[in-house]
């Protein structure tokens, strides 16, 4: 059984480390930056450096790395020795404040969207001190950020740490006009739950779709799915177990507290949630987690899908964004308080949030925009592409009762009786939850349920500290000049639920007359990547970007040429794939089960049993029918690869949207009927019973 008190942190260069190895004056100088976000003092980088050296030494590391998150999606390292020549054939261990405060990529084969020719290899990476460096592999892996020559972000962290500044400024302008004069620095902070399928590596090895895009391209729904609920919360099989054991030790010792994992409602679906901590590193964290999760899968012969739909008709897989707003006394400006109606700080606070969702629903959408979470929008408890708030009946009343200048009446039960009575009474939150909605406050907190379960977390928060930042510096624009304070903020939250409050939803998500209501109310529904990023380049949003130094005009053109190309190159590799599959598997071995089917007819008809309505006769003919209609969809396919030259990112990223999956869909419709009209024995890989329930 793992000590955890004694694994935790072993492999990360934290607080506690750095206090043993450090001195006095050096841990101060490094925690103002880790703590408040003060500038970095560089004169105290060399004994940084080499007190993180030994210690990294010590714990058997060999190599550094400057460890970022490129625009590619992934993260990226490159590894460098601590041996330096000695002379006389001696080395030495070096590692100097450059390498730690500095380092050099070539970042010419990472997507840049226009920002820099192919012919421009340079690029920068700077250490993120408010990330602790870590061991991963024997090598010491340092946080940083990755720039160009000229300066502009090529990765997810810099807009992210510009946002998490930006919402700090403007966050402490209102705390100072509700006389909150002790505190120095606010933070947003996170916790992310990152569900995944864990299914037998066998299996997956043998299905060519998994392997190279992540998901099923083919697969019948077997006679059993998730219908009957019995795997959510169910218990947790051997092997899974053992795997999860083993994943959260890796983790603990990484410093990442893992803290809840359970089954989700999907056969072989599960979820990690993690404790909540300042955005970049909870970035960070789950980055590494989400590499770990498949690491440790192997060892056990299994295979963790983080993709968001890797199975059609079952539930698919997010990771939920619970994101809120920390100072540095400790105070969760998300917290309504015992009174929330008399809580104006919070109000304001929150006021921001509806105001800047309604704002920028667009981006919002744009946040969490791939084509794999296309697949996973709209059901199966993913909420639908249309943003909406949920607050629950309480915030929804006290600002209605604000809106009309009317008395509240706290109808609240706070204790919740079950009407057994030995179980005792217990406090009950001020809200329920509502799975179906994309953004829900959850007492303390706003649970945004819409980013896939694949991504990097970066982007969403860089987005939502954005546009609530900027409706805060509107809000203290206002409020610095008035002259009666406290009418000045009563008239703001009674005026922004007024104009906004078409943002806000508490219903069933999934409902029909959800989408008419919406239509009705002006709100978007942007249904997938490409029309939600049609929108990416209007001014409003170029401008709340750049007027918050939280990405230029140019680096928010870049962006948007690469998450484009990148949809465009996703369905492109599922549409290759999926004809391989055909071509050289699926059709082949379908062809073997014919020829049984033929002989069989054949023999029939020699021996004068021959009848045409016999099972293999209505079987052969609806083997024709299928391939007949698959062969010519495959054609159109074939032909729909190839969009017309010289068009622009988004004219290709709509082809494919309007032209490629639709045929994808049609094929997939006739092959899995294939598959169920398929003698098992004929079928080439493994099937959905298999892949879903094959985990002991």
């Not at 379908?590 to 007819?601: D, G, P, R, T």
Request: charged residues 25%.
């Amino acid at each position: 059984m793992t000590d955890i008190m004694k694994t935790f942190g072993t492999r990360v260069f934290n607080d506690r480390v750095m206090q043993e190895r450090l001195s006095e004056a050096t841990y101060k100088e490094l925690n103002k930056t880790i703590k408040n976000g003060e500038y970095l003092n560089k004169d105290i980088a060399e004994e940084v450096a080499n007190a993180m050296k030994d210690w990294a030494i010590e714990n058997g590391a060999t190599h550094f790395t400057h460890w970022f998150h490129p625009l590619s999606g992934a993260t990226a390292e490159k590894h460098e020795s601590f041996v330096s020549t000695a002379g006389g054939g001696q080395i030495i261990l070096e590692f100097s404040p450059d390498n730690l405060v500095k380092g050099e990529a070539d970042a010419s084969s990472f997507p840049s969207g226009g920002l820099r020719d192919t012919f421009e290899a340079r690029g920068y990476t700077a250490w993120d001190p408010t990330s602790y460096a870590f061991i991963k592999d024997n090598i010491l892996c340092i946080p940083t950020v990755f720039c160009s020559y000229s300066g502009e972000a090529l990765d997810h962290k810099t807009p992210l740490l510009r946002s998490m500044e930006a919402l700090n400024e403007q966050a402490m302008r209102i705390l100072r006009l509700f006389g909150n004069e002790n505190v120095s620095h606010v933070k947003t902070t996170v916790g992310a739950e990152q569900e995944y399928f864990l299914v037998d590596k066998e299996y997956f090895d043998q299905r060519e779709d998994l392997v190279l895009t992540g998901r099923t391209l083919f697969g019948a729904q077997p006679p059993k799915g998730q219908e009957m609920n019995d795997h959510y919360y169910g218990s947790i099989k051997t092997r899974v177990s053992e795997y999860m054991q083993d994943l959260n030790e890796e983790l603990w010792a990484l410093g990442i507290q893992a803290k809840t994992e359970h089954n989700e409602v999907a056969p072989s679906q599960h979820e990690l949630a993690n404790n909540f901590l300042t955005t970049n590193v909870s970035v960070d964290q789950n980055n590494l987690t989400m590499e770990i999760m498949k690491k440790t899968a192997k060892k056990h012969g299994l295979e963790c899908l983080l993709h968001e739909k890797p199975f059609a008709r079952v539930n698919g897989s997010g990771k939920h964004n619970n994101w809120s707003i920390k100072t540095d006394t400790g105070q969760n400006l998300f917290d309504p308080g015992e009174t929330p109606r008399e809580n104006a700080q919070f109000l304001v606070f929150l006021s921001a949030v509806i105001k800047a969702v309604d704002d920028y629903q667009d981006l919002v959408r744009i946040s969490i925009s791939s084509a794999g979470n296309d697949h996973r929008l709209g059901g199966s408890e993913a909420p639908p592409a249309i943003v909406s708030i949920f607050l629950g009946d309480e915030l929804t009343e006290i600002l209605e009762s604000i809106e009309t200048d009317a008395e509240y009446v706290n109808r609240r039960q706070d204790q919740m009786l079950i009407g057994v009575h030995t179980i005792p009474a217990f406090p009950k939150d001020n809200t329920d939850r509502n799975r179906t909605s994309p953004f829900a406050f959850t007492g303390n907190k706003f649970e945004f349920r819409m980013p896939g379960a694949s991504a990097s977390i970066s982007t969403p928060n860089t987005i939502l500290n954005t546009i609530v930042a900027e409706e805060l510096k509107l809000f203290a624009n206002q409020l610095e000049q008035a002259v009666d304070l406290n009418r000045a903020v009563h008239d703001l939250i009674q005026g922004t639920f007024r104009d906004h409050k078409r943002i806000i939803f508490n219903g069933n998500g999934y409902d029909a007359a959800w989408i008419r209501e919406a239509k009705r109310r002006g709100l978007s529904n942007y249904a997938s990547t490409p029309e939600a990023f049609a929108h990416y380049l209007d001014p409003k949003n170029i401008r709340v970007f750049a007027e918050n130094n939280v990405m230029s005009e140019s680096e928010c053109r870049s962006r948007y040429e690469i998450y484009l190309e990148k949809y465009t190159k996703t369905v492109n590799i599922e549409a290759l794939t999926m004809l391989d599959m055909l071509k050289k598997d699926i059709l082949p071995a379908n062809q073997q089960f014919e020829k049984i089917l033929a002989e069989s007819v054949l023999r029939d008809k020699e021996l004068s049993l021959f009848d045409d309505s016999s099972y293999q006769m209505k079987t052969l003919r609806r083997l024709k029918q299928l391939k007949k209609s698959i062969f010519e969809n495959m054609e159109r396919l074939e032909d729909a690869l190839t969009p017309k030259a010289h068009q622009s990112a988004l004219t290709i990223a709509f082809h494919f949207h309007d032209q490629v999956i639709p045929l994808m869909a049609l094929i997939r419709q006739d092959t899995d009927e294939l598959e169920l009209t398929t003698d098992r024995g004929y079928w080439p890989m493994p099937t959905y019973k298999e892949l879903m329930f094959g985990v002991d």
